[in-house]
């Protein structure tokens, strides 16, 4: 069974940084795409970042000069850094395999104005 826990997430004012982490047991980390999704209240989850098993990524255009998405696989641990972070980024961020069959149980970022 592959679980997947998140951490890092808190309260930060406008412009500051946060780094999450989402470390995965199992042997699927390494070889799998990994993603970071959000959801802000009233709102659809949608995807943030998606990183490859060589270290290539994608961001959803909201987040793109700000987040770093990059991942471990020695440690089967995976990271978004998040930078001139905005009120608007307030969700719970989650991370998921690419094919969403795994996720984590999410971690609250709450960006004050």
């Known amino acids: 069974q592959v679980q997947l826990v998140e951490s890092g997430g808190g309260l930060v004012q406008a412009g500051g940084s946060l780094r999450l982490s989402c470390a995965a047991s199992g042997s699927i980390f390494s070889t799998n795409v990994m993603t970071w999704y959000r959801q802000a209240p009233g709102k659809e989850r949608g995807l943030v970042a998606v990183i490859r098993s060589g270290g290539s990524t994608h961001y959803a255009d909201s987040v793109k000069g700000r987040f770093t998405i990059s991942r471990d696989n020695a440690k089967n641990t995976m990271y978004l850094q998040m930078n001139s972070l905005k009120p608007e980024d307030t969700a719970m961020y989650y991370c998921?395999?690419?094919?969403?069959?795994?996720w984590g149980q999410g971690t609250l970022v709450t960006v004050s104005s």
């Open positions: 998921a395999t690419l094919d969403r069959k795994f």
